[in-house]
């Protein structure tokens, strides 16, 4: 049987993002946390920008915290938009928090959100998950 190269390099992905720890792409489970932190870009900043530094935030910093678990960047209209981050513990996210203000890939994707200091970040008590 003949497979593309198209196809051995999806092949190739597929089994890369298979080697995450396992539960970076579990479901989200009872007890965990969920920070929702609403953003509105600088009118100076474009989205692709923003998924730039988003991506570089998630790969030099996120990913390296202790208790992450998962992260979702949601866009709720032109300029705004939610990030979204699970953890397994408040303390996780506190603790990430406090590191940020020493991390430039925090730093670089902080300064493309207009009024950062106004930005209400909440944490939520996951209680349960439901889908297909």
């Excluded at 570089?56 to 938009?81: A, C, N, P, W």
């Excluded at 406090?98 to 670089?108: D, H, L």
Aim: a negative charge.
């Amino acid at each position: 049987m003949k497979i593309s190269l198209c196809t051995l390099t999806w092949l190739a992905i597929l089994g890369l993002l298979g080697c995450q720890t396992p539960k970076t792409n579990a479901p989200f489970t009872k007890g965990e946390i969920m920070e929702y932190a609403p953003i509105i870009l600088k009118d100076s900043v474009t989205e692709e920008t923003l998924l730039t530094l988003s991506a570089v935030l998630h790969s030099d910093f996120l990913i390296k915290q202790q208790g992450f678990i998962r992260r979702m960047l949601v866009k709720t209209s032109d300029k705004e938009y939610v990030d979204i981050v699970v953890w397994y513990s408040k303390e996780n996210a506190d603790r990430a928090i406090e590191q940020s203000m020493q991390s430039k890939a925090c730093e670089n994707y902080f300064s493309c959100i207009k009024d950062l200091e106004s930005v209400n970040i909440a944490h939520y008590k996951i209680l349960a998950e439901y889908g297909q």
